[in-house]
């Protein structure tokens, strides 16, 4: 089982930045699809980014777009989420996950049911 270590998280204040960072150990991370989820206070877990093993398009969650980017670093074997001009709703805990490629026609799947390895969060806060 994939293991995933999430960091980056804290408290920033609106229109701020952040990135969060989902490191692996023991395997590659450029085999899997890798998935950043978000669970807001009384909400259920929604995925916001997805990217695939290989060249492809990322799905994005429409209140993300032009505001959130995914990137990876195989050498550091680490996924990024970068985070701009961010909103007080984009507050909750922030997972990454990893899985193999699911396509929905061309759409890469970003929910959680095709996701099977989870770290443990990182807290964002946005708040003035």
């Known amino acids: 089982q994939v293991q995933l270590v999430e960091s980056g998280g804290g408290l920033v204040q609106p229109g701020g930045s952040l990135r969060l960072s989902c490191a692996a150990s023991g395997v590659s991370l450029d085999d899997y699809a890798i998935g950043w989820f978000r669970q807001a206070p009384g909400k259920e877990r929604e995925g916001i980014i997805c990217i695939p093993s290989s060249d492809g398009n990322p799905e994005y969650l429409d209140s993300v777009k032009g505001r959130f980017t995914i990137s990876r670093d195989n050498a550091k074997n680490t996924v990024y989420l970068h985070m701009n001009s961010l909103k007080p709703e984009d507050t909750g805990v922030y997972h990454c996950?990893?899985?193999?490629?699911?396509?929905?026609?061309?759409?890469?799947?970003?929910?959680?049911?095709?996701?099977?390895?989870w770290g443990q969060g990182t807290h964002v806060t946005v708040s003035s």
């Open positions: 996950a990893a899985g193999e490629d699911t396509y929905g026609g061309s759409r890469l799947r970003c929910s959680s049911i095709y996701f099977g390895s």
